[in-house]
């Protein structure tokens, strides 16, 4: 599924995936692998961060447990 963020403003972009990691952060701590942020999630912060990337946005990349 292609997902559309053109019309997205950068600070609502760099919220969305802060959001995410934030989630992932606490999923992490909870001792849970994706105990709240599942695969789905996961393509969708790909998606963000692949448009993060192309308009050269800094931000803290999400550490995805392995």
Known sequence: ???NFSQT???RLLA???NIRRQVDLD???GGRYRFAGE???QYAERL???IDR???RFIP????R
């Open 40 to 42: 789905g999630v996961k």
């Open 28 to 30: 992490t701590r909870a």
């Open 1 to 3: 599924m292609k997902m």
């Open 55 to 57: 308009r050269q946005l």
């Open 9 to 11: 403003k950068d600070e």
């Open 16 to 18: 969305f995936y802060e």
């Open 49 to 51: 961060r692949e448009e």
């Open 62 to 65: 999400i550490d995805w447990p």
